[in-house]
C-alpha cells in the first residue's frame, strides 16, 4: 500500500481536504465512463497546478509512428495511442475579475469529492479565499450518461461568501489539447471548424491518418434565484469556444451553472451531419433537464447493480474496493457496440495505447458472461473472428504462411500495434487466450453456434500458427518452441515457456476435437469452412504430431514443471529476502538485473494451472504453489488475482483473503505507484473472479455449475449472482450456511462439495 486517503464506504470513493501532491492519483480514481466515451476527474475551473488532463472517445485513435532505436523486420509501424479528445467540461471562473484556480488561492478548505458508484455521479465541493481576500463556496456535480451515451451533465454552483462580487462565468469546448504519451509530438487532431450560436458552441475536428470525424458540443445556461441569466456569445478562436455570463452576485447568493457536452462520431453518424445530431441531443437534454437526467442516470445504474453487485458484509475496505472494479468495469464496457472492446486503462489515462490486450479474453469474458448475456460475451468474440484476415497479416509479416494467424499483443482493428519487441514477437501466449475464450464461452452459455459460425475458422488460423512456430528438436525428441516471453514480462527471449507450450498443445487439441464436431454436426458449415481454408488431413496429422509430442521442461529435483528451460540456473532469492529499497523492481532495477533475476511479475505456470485445472491434481498445485510464489513480485496488476484463487482452492484462506484486497485495492492503495497514468481496468475482471471462483468456487464440470464456497475469517458473510445458461443465481455465503435462489421457469441442478443439489425456481435452499 502506498496511499491511504480514499476513506472507507461502501458505495462511494471519498476524499477529503486539498492536497497538491494527490490531484493527479484523484482524477484517476474518480474517472467516469459510459462506455461510449469517458473522462478522468480534472477540474472545471482553470487550475495551473500539476494535472492530467484527459477525455476520451472510444474507438478513437491515432496510429503513432513507431520510435524505437533499431528498426526490426516485422516491427509494427505505428503504436496505436488512445486519443486525448477536445476538452467539453472546462468553466472558467473570474471573481471580480480574479482568477478561481486552486493552486493560487491563499486557502482552500472543506475540500471534498464523491464518486457515488451506486448512482454513477461525481461532485466535487471545496470553500476558497482567492488571492483577493473574497471567499467562495462551490459545489459541483457531473454524471456521463448511460441512457444518452454521448451527452455528459455538469451543475456548476458558486456562492460567494463574504462580500458582494462580479462573478464571469465563461463555460467553454477546447480543441488545443496533447496527448502526453505522444513518440513524436506529432499533431493528432484537425481542427476544421469553429462556431457558437448563442449558449451552443460546436468544434469539428478529425483525426490525423485515421479520419474519425467528430464534433465536440456544449450548451450552457446560468441562473440566480431562479432568473436566467443572459447570455454573452465570446468571440470564437481558432481552437476555443464558448459562451459567457456575468452577474452581480450578492453575499451568499448562489448562482448556478449547467452544461451539457459530449461528443458526436463518424463512427455512429454521418460525417456532415455531426453538428445535426449534436442539435438534436442538446434538444433532448435541455427539454429533460439536470435533474430529469440524473434520476435517469440513477435507474439505469440500478439495473446494472441488480445483477453484478457482490455484496460483502463486515469489511467495509473489501467492499469498497469490489464495488469500485465492479463500477469501473461497467463504465469501461457495456456490450452495446461489438467493434469495441475493453483497453487496458480504459477512459482513465493514456499508457499501453490500443483498445484490445489478451486480458478481454483471459479475464475479462467471464465476469461479463456472468453478470449480463451470452450476447454481450458474443460481442467480444465476434470482436476477435472480424479481425481474423489482419491476424493472418500479422502472421505473415514475421514469415508464417498458409493461413496461420497471430493476434496482436496490442490492437485497435486488428492489426498489431505494440513496438516492444520482445513484447510483440515474442508474447504469442495471446493466441492461446483467444482460443481458450472461445471453449470457456461454450462451456459456460452452452451456445455451441459460435464455433461453427465463426469460432472455427479463427482456431483453425491459431493451430496453423502454433504448428508452424514450434520446431522439433533432434536432441530432446520432441517439439519446442524457442525465444518467447510468457506472461512473466520479466523473462524475455527464453525457451519453452511452459505456460506456451502447454497452450499451443491444447489449442491444437482443442481445434481437432471441434473439426470432427462440427463434421459430424454442422455439414454445410464445415463444407464451407474446410473450402475457405483449404484445410487438408494431412495438415491435420502435422499439427497432431506437433501437440502429442510437445517438450515441457521439468524438474525431477524439486517434482515442478520449470517456467522455462533455464530457470534453475538463477540465483533462486525469495521475494522475502528483499530489501523495501529494491521495491518495486521495475522502478528500482536495471531491465538487465530483472531479466537475471528469478522474480516472477505474474504467474506463468499458477496461470496454466488455473485455466487447466482438470488437468492436475491438487498435490500437483500446491507444489507449485510452493515453489514459485515465493519469487512472484506481483508487479502485474494481473498477477494477485490468480494466486487468490489458487490460495483458496488449496483452503489458505488468509493467503488467499491478502492477495484478493491487493487485488481489489490495487489502485485505490496504489500499490505500484502508478495510479496518477490511470486505472487498471481489464484486472478488476480478476477481483471478481478472485471472489466468484475463489472463495465461491464457482466452476463449470460434466455441463454443471459447481460451488465449494469458503468465506475469509474478516467477513460476516458476502453474496453474488451469475448469469448461467440464461437462468440467474443467487449465491450466499455465511460462516455458517450457504444459500442459493434461483430465477428461472425451470428447476436446476448444480454441485455444491461435490453433493448434488436441486434449486426451484423461487425458493431459497440452505446448504
Given at each position: 500500500?502506498?496511499?491511504?486517503?480514499?476513506?472507507?464506504?461502501?458505495?462511494?470513493?471519498?476524499?477529503?481536504?486539498?492536497?497538491?501532491?494527490?490531484?493527479?492519483?484523484?482524477?484517476?480514481?474518480?474517472?467516469?465512463?459510459?462506455?461510449?466515451?469517458?473522462?478522468?476527474?480534472?477540474?472545471?475551473?482553470?487550475?495551473?497546478?500539476?494535472?492530467?488532463?484527459?477525455?476520451?472517445?472510444?474507438?478513437?485513435?491515432?496510429?503513432?509512428?513507431?520510435?524505437?532505436?533499431?528498426?526490426?523486420?516485422?516491427?509494427?509501424?505505428?503504436?496505436?495511442?488512445?486519443?486525448?479528445?477536445?476538452?467539453?467540461?472546462?468553466?472558467?471562473?473570474?471573481?471580480?475579475?480574479?482568477?478561481?484556480?486552486?493552486?493560487?488561492?491563499?486557502?482552500?478548505?472543506?475540500?471534498?469529492?464523491?464518486?457515488?458508484?451506486?448512482?454513477?455521479?461525481?461532485?466535487?465541493?471545496?470553500?476558497?479565499?482567492?488571492?483577493?481576500?473574497?471567499?467562495?463556496?462551490?459545489?459541483?456535480?457531473?454524471?456521463?450518461?448511460?441512457?444518452?451515451?454521448?451527452?455528459?451533465?455538469?451543475?456548476?454552483?458558486?456562492?460567494?461568501?463574504?462580500?458582494?462580487?462580479?462573478?464571469?462565468?465563461?463555460?467553454?469546448?477546447?480543441?488545443?489539447?496533447?496527448?502526453?504519451?505522444?513518440?513524436?509530438?506529432?499533431?493528432?487532431?484537425?481542427?476544421?471548424?469553429?462556431?457558437?450560436?448563442?449558449?451552443?458552441?460546436?468544434?469539428?475536428?478529425?483525426?490525423?491518418?485515421?479520419?474519425?470525424?467528430?464534433?465536440?458540443?456544449?450548451?450552457?445556461?446560468?441562473?440566480?434565484?431562479?432568473?436566467?441569466?443572459?447570455?454573452?456569445?465570446?468571440?470564437?478562436?481558432?481552437?476555443?469556444?464558448?459562451?459567457?455570463?456575468?452577474?452581480?452576485?450578492?453575499?451568499?447568493?448562489?448562482?448556478?451553472?449547467?452544461?451539457?457536452?459530449?461528443?458526436?462520431?463518424?463512427?455512429?453518424?454521418?460525417?456532415?451531419?455531426?453538428?445535426?445530431?449534436?442539435?438534436?441531443?442538446?434538444?433532448?437534454?435541455?427539454?429533460?433537464?439536470?435533474?430529469?437526467?440524473?434520476?435517469?442516470?440513477?435507474?439505469?445504474?440500478?439495473?446494472?447493480?441488480?445483477?453484478?453487485?457482490?455484496?460483502?458484509?463486515?469489511?467495509?475496505?473489501?467492499?469498497?474496493?469490489?464495488?469500485?472494479?465492479?463500477?469501473?468495469?461497467?463504465?469501461?464496457?457495456?456490450?452495446?457496440?461489438?467493434?469495441?472492446?475493453?483497453?487496458?486503462?480504459?477512459?482513465?489515462?493514456?499508457?499501453?495505447?490500443?483498445?484490445?490486450?489478451?486480458?478481454?479474453?483471459?479475464?475479462?469474458?467471464?465476469?461479463?458472461?456472468?453478470?449480463?448475456?451470452?450476447?454481450?460475451?458474443?460481442?467480444?468474440?465476434?470482436?476477435?473472428?472480424?479481425?481474423?484476415?489482419?491476424?493472418?497479416?500479422?502472421?505473415?509479416?514475421?514469415?508464417?504462411?498458409?493461413?496461420?494467424?497471430?493476434?496482436?499483443?496490442?490492437?485497435?482493428?486488428?492489426?498489431?500495434?505494440?513496438?516492444?519487441?520482445?513484447?510483440?514477437?515474442?508474447?504469442?501466449?495471446?493466441?492461446?487466450?483467444?482460443?481458450?475464450?472461445?471453449?470457456?464461452?461454450?462451456?459456460?452459455?452452452g451456445d455451441y453456434s459460435y464455433i461453427p459460425e465463426m469460432g472455427l475458422e479463427v482456431l483453425i488460423g491459431i493451430a496453423r500458427f502454433w504448428h508452424q512456430r514450434a520446431n522439433y528438436s533432434s536432441k530432446k525428441k520432441?517439439?519446442?518452441?524457442?525465444?518467447?516471453?510468457?506472461?512473466?514480462?520479466?523473462?524475455?527471449?527464453?525457451?519453452?515457456?511452459?505456460?506456451?507450450?502447454?497452450?499451443?498443445?491444447?489449442?491444437?487439441?482443442?481445434?481437432?476435437k471441434q473439426l470432427q464436431k462440427v463434421k459430424d454436426g454442422y455439414p454445410v458449415d464445415y463444407d464451407r469452412i474446410i473450402a475457405h481454408t483449404k484445410l487438408t488431413s494431412d495438415e491435420t496429422d502435422l499439427w497432431d504430431?506437433?501437440?502429442?509430442?510437445?517438450?515441457?521442461?521439468?524438474?525431477?529435483?524439486?517434482?515442478?514443471?520449470?517456467?522455462?528451460?533455464?530457470?534453475?540456473?538463477?540465483?533462486?532469492?525469495?521475494?522475502?529476502?528483499?530489501?523495501?529499497?529494491?521495491?518495486?523492481?521495475?522502478?528500482?532495477?536495471?531491465?538487465?538485473?530483472?531479466?537475471?533475476?528469478?522474480?516472477?511479475?505474474?504467474?506463468?505456470?499458477?496461470?496454466?494451472?488455473?485455466?487447466?485445472?482438470?488437468?492436475?491434481?491438487?498435490?500437483?498445485?500446491?507444489?507449485?504453489?510452493?515453489?514459485?510464489?515465493?519469487?512472484?513480485?506481483?508487479?502485474?496488476?494481473?498477477?494477485?488475482?490468480?494466486?487468490?484463487?489458487?490460495?483458496?482452492?488449496?483452503?489458505?484462506?488468509?493467503?488467499?483473503?491478502?492477495?484478493?484486497?491487493?487485488?481489489?485495492?490495487?489502485?485505490?492503495?496504489?500499490?505500484?505507484?502508478?495510479?496518477?497514468?490511470?486505472?487498471?481496468?481489464?484486472?478488476?475482471?480478476?477481483?471478481?473472479?478472485?471472489?466468484?471462483?475463489?472463495?465461491?468456487?464457482?466452476?463449470?464440470?460434466?455441463?454443471?455449475?459447481?460451488?465449494?464456497?469458503?468465506?475469509?475469517?474478516?467477513?460476516?458473510?458476502?453474496?453474488?449472482?451469475?448469469?448461467?445458461?440464461?437462468?440467474?443465481?443467487?449465491?450466499?455465503?455465511?460462516?455458517?450456511?450457504?444459500?442459493?435462489?434461483?430465477?428461472?421457469?425451470?428447476?436446476?441442478?448444480?454441485?455444491?462439495?461435490?453433493?448434488?443439489?436441486?434449486?426451484?425456481?423461487?425458493?431459497?435452499?440452505?446448504?
Amino acid at each position: 500500500m502506498n496511499q491511504d486517503y480514499i476513506k472507507p464506504n461502501p458505495w462511494s470513493l471519498i476524499e477529503e481536504g486539498f492536497e497538491t501532491d494527490r490531484v493527479k492519483s484523484s482524477e484517476s480514481l474518480f474517472s467516469i465512463g459510459n462506455g461510449a466515451m469517458g473522462q478522468r476527474a480534472n477540474f472545471e475551473e482553470y487550475y495551473s497546478g500539476d494535472t492530467f488532463q484527459g477525455s476520451y472517445i472510444a474507438g478513437v485513435y491515432y496510429p503513432d509512428k513507431t520510435r524505437v532505436g533499431w528498426w526490426k523486420n516485422g516491427y509494427p509501424e505505428y503504436f496505436a495511442k488512445v486519443l486525448n479528445a477536445p476538452n467539453w467540461i472546462g468553466i472558467n471562473i473570474h471573481v471580480n475579475e480574479q482568477a478561481l484556480d486552486l493552486a493560487t488561492c491563499k486557502k482552500v478548505t472543506s475540500f471534498k469529492r464523491e464518486l457515488n458508484m451506486k448512482e454513477g455521479w461525481y461532485i466535487r465541493s471545496f470553500q476558497a479565499t482567492l488571492p483577493n481576500d473574497i471567499e467562495v463556496k462551490v459545489d459541483v456535480q457531473r454524471f456521463l450518461s448511460l441512457d444518452l451515451d454521448e451527452l455528459g451533465a455538469i451543475e456548476y454552483k458558486l456562492t460567494v461568501l463574504n462580500s458582494d462580487a462580479n462573478i464571469r462565468m465563461t463555460p467553454y469546448i477546447d480543441s488545443g489539447i496533447t496527448n502526453e504519451d505522444s513518440n513524436w509530438d506529432d499533431k493528432f487532431w484537425n481542427t476544421t471548424s469553429v462556431a457558437s450560436i448563442g449558449n451552443r458552441a460546436f468544434i469539428e475536428a478529425h483525426t490525423m491518418k485515421t479520419n474519425f470525424a467528430t464534433c465536440t458540443f456544449m450548451e450552457a445556461t446560468a441562473e440566480v434565484n431562479n432568473q436566467m441569466i443572459e447570455v454573452l456569445e465570446l468571440q470564437d478562436e481558432e481552437l476555443v469556444v464558448g459562451c459567457q455570463f456575468q452577474h452581480e452576485l450578492k453575499s451568499n447568493e448562489t448562482i448556478t451553472l449547467t452544461k451539457y457536452g459530449g461528443y458526436t462520431v463518424s463512427t455512429n453518424h454521418k460525417p456532415s451531419e455531426l453538428i445535426d445530431a449534436a442539435n438534436h441531443l442538446l434538444n433532448e437534454a435541455s427539454g429533460l433537464g439536470f435533474e430529469v437526467l440524473l434520476k435517469k442516470q440513477k435507474q439505469t445504474w440500478a439495473a446494472i447493480w441488480e445483477m453484478s453487485d457482490i455484496t460483502i458484509e463486515g469489511d467495509v475496505k473489501a467492499q469498497q474496493g469490489i464495488r469500485f472494479n465492479i463500477f469501473q468495469l461497467n463504465q469501461t464496457y457495456l456490450g452495446k457496440d461489438s467493434r469495441l472492446n475493453i483497453g487496458p486503462k480504459g477512459f482513465t489515462g493514456e499508457k499501453y495505447g490500443g483498445s484490445t490486450y489478451w486480458d478481454t479474453e483471459a479475464y475479462c469474458l467471464p465476469f461479463y458472461m456472468a453478470t449480463k448475456n451470452q450476447e454481450v460475451a458474443w460481442s467480444l468474440l465476434e470482436y476477435r473472428y472480424n479481425h481474423l484476415e489482419k491476424a493472418i497479416e500479422n502472421a505473415k509479416k514475421l514469415g508464417f504462411s498458409y493461413g496461420a494467424a497471430l493476434y496482436p499483443m496490442v490492437t485497435m482493428n486488428g492489426e498489431e500495434c505494440h513496438n516492444e519487441w520482445e513484447i510483440t514477437f515474442e508474447e504469442i501466449h495471446r493466441n492461446g487466450a483467444i482460443a481458450f475464450a472461445i471453449y470457456n464461452y461454450y462451456r459456460f452459455t452452452g451456445d455451441y453456434s459460435y464455433i461453427p459460425e465463426m469460432g472455427l475458422e479463427v482456431l483453425i488460423g491459431i493451430a496453423r500458427f502454433w504448428h508452424q512456430r514450434a520446431n522439433y528438436s533432434s536432441k530432446k525428441k520432441k517439439f519446442v518452441i524457442l525465444g518467447v516471453t510468457g506472461p512473466n514480462e520479466y523473462e524475455n527471449n527464453i525457451n519453452n515457456n511452459w505456460y506456451t507450450n502447454y497452450l499451443a498443445k491444447w489449442c491444437i487439441k482443442y481445434t481437432l476435437k471441434q473439426l470432427q464436431k462440427v463434421k459430424d454436426g454442422y455439414p454445410v458449415d464445415y463444407d464451407r469452412i474446410i473450402a475457405h481454408t483449404k484445410l487438408t488431413s494431412d495438415e491435420t496429422d502435422l499439427w497432431d504430431e506437433v501437440a502429442s509430442n510437445m517438450f515441457f521442461p521439468f524438474s525431477k529435483k524439486h517434482q515442478i514443471f520449470l517456467q522455462q528451460d533455464g530457470f534453475l540456473d538463477k540465483e533462486l532469492i525469495k521475494v522475502n529476502d528483499l530489501a523495501k529499497s529494491d521495491r518495486p523492481i521495475n522502478q528500482k532495477w536495471s531491465w538487465d538485473r530483472i531479466l537475471r533475476s528469478p522474480y516472477i511479475k505474474q504467474a506463468d505456470i499458477l496461470q496454466g494451472f488455473y485455466l487447466f485445472e482438470e488437468d492436475f491434481s491438487i498435490e500437483e498445485l500446491e507444489k507449485h504453489f510452493d515453489f514459485y510464489e515465493p519469487f512472484t513480485v506481483h508487479e502485474s496488476s494481473l498477477s494477485p488475482c490468480v494466486h487468490s484463487i489458487q490460495a483458496a482452492k488449496l483452503g489458505r484462506m488468509d493467503q488467499a483473503y491478502t492477495f484478493y484486497l491487493r487485488t481489489s485495492r490495487l489502485d485505490l492503495d496504489d500499490y505500484n505507484k502508478e495510479v496518477e497514468e490511470g486505472l487498471h481496468i481489464t484486472s478488476m475482471a480478476g477481483t471478481w473472479m478472485s471472489i466468484v471462483e475463489g472463495f465461491g468456487g464457482m466452476r463449470v464440470l460434466e455441463d454443471k455449475l459447481c460451488f465449494t464456497p469458503q468465506i475469509p475469517k474478516q467477513w460476516k458473510s458476502y453474496s453474488f449472482k451469475v448469469n448461467f445458461r440464461n437462468r440467474i443465481i443467487k449465491v450466499s455465503v455465511s460462516v455458517d450456511n450457504t444459500s442459493f435462489e434461483l430465477t428461472g421457469q425451470e428447476e436446476m441442478s448444480i454441485r455444491v462439495n461435490n453433493q448434488r443439489v436441486i434449486l426451484l425456481p423461487g425458493k431459497q435452499v440452505n446448504v
